[in-house]
């Protein structure tokens, strides 16, 4: 009963809070500067999540092996990985398990942060326009679904490349010579624009824009067809 | 977001059994999302709204602020299961179908961090088909893929952006639990596809 009255208090006056500073910021807000901060706190919590994946996934996608899985001779310093297992072993052990959850974190934050708000603002923008009663129902989400894709990763591609590039280099614990060659972001942005100039932070952008347009294609294609087969009764 | 977890039509509805007039579940998630994008919330209806509403059950009332006439109050688990289950499939295939580009990507955006020359597009694919064959391109997958299947994962990412959406469209009618329990019926597609 005490815990049912404080719950209910609480509750009350977290709406009283939010139901407050809404009317005070009412006037000011439109619903896409609302939007564009949930995006912000969406992608600021999601981070934690995604950095660590991402760096698994950047240091299996940047080695440079062969088909006998010897390392390539031309290239990498970098260990070579047989999976993703592996991967993660390698790392635990040899960098431990904070850099596993904290290598790239930062830069991973600010990179999500300004793309889930891209990205609702985008697909706000868009559900808004006229264009949407033009395409009709199915092909309007999925449009806009890879317009929104380009939308968020064109601004952010530069701040993911930094990333990329700080994730895929190693942070081994014992090595003191090689710790001192790690680079934090700023001074790869600094590198970045001394070498290529502005140019330099648009490398690889056409690839990530197809997968983002095919992405969306094939997700919303099979989610449809598995929705027909799972509530056939919604759809006629 | 990875994983990313990716946004949006947020605002549709998993159970949308009664409703038969409808050309599709796509289409009317899509049409109630641009609805509530446009309605604007002055602090005048809100108040309105809110007395209106206030004696209705706080998991069940209508957080979407849609018309409650086209949003049943009967809400069906299966929709939600069935939408969550689509949308992870769907995400790992889609994630999986598109991955070669993202390989691309990264291998360029790391030889442009180290110093030596670039190789051009057609090259590095080519580089990578002689090098490490059809398992170059997919180096990797199966962490990316496997995130989109787990499914408490893929809650807490639907969830984290769900919520944080309804606190800030509808702050007054932000409550823990309601929110939570909305959180689970209204999984939409559009936030699966993120």
Known sequence: MIGQALIKSIQFAVNEITFLWLEKNTTIQSNLIKMAIAGTLAGLLSSFVVSPIELVKIRMQSQNKTVDKKKDDNAADAEVFNNEIDCVRWMVKNEGWKALFCHGLWITIIREIPSFAFYFVAYGMLAKSPIADILGGHAAPLLFGAMAGWAMWIPTYPIDIVKTIEQAQTTEKADEKKKKDVLNSRQITAKLYRAGGLRGFFDGLEPKLARAAVKHAVTFYVYEVLMGFLRPHIRN | ?194
């Not at chain 2, 990264?106 to 020359?117: I, M, R």
């Open chain 2, 1 to 194: 977001m990875k994983s990313c977890i990716s946004f949006v039509g947020l605002l549709a509805v998993g159970n949308c059994d009664h409703i038969s007039q409808q050309r599709s579940p796509t289409h009317k998630r899509f049409r109630q999302f641009s609805k509530v994008s446009i309605s604007k919330h002055t602090s005048s209806n809100i108040l309105a709204e809110r007395s209106r509403r206030s004696n209705q059950h706080p998991a069940i009332y209508n957080i979407r602020g849609g018309d409650t006439s086209t949003s049943s109050t009967s809400l069906s688990v299966s929709a939600t299961m069935a939408s969550l289950f689509a949308g992870s499939i769907g995400g790992a295939i889609g994630v999986g179908i598109s991955y070669p580009f993202d390989t691309l990507s990264t291998k360029a955006q790391v030889s442009t961090g180290k110093e030596g020359q670039q190789l051009s597009l057609t090259k590095s694919i080519g580089r990578i088909w002689k090098n490490e064959g059809v398992r170059g391109f997919f180096e990797g997958v199966l962490v990316t893929v496997s995130i989109r299947l787990t499914i408490l994962i893929r809650i807490y990412d639907i969830c984290i952006t769900y919520l944080m959406y309804l606190f800030l469209m509808y702050p007054t009618h932000f409550s823990l639990p309601s929110l939570f329990i909305q959180c689970l019926y209204t999984i939409d597609c559009n936030i699966l596809l993120l």
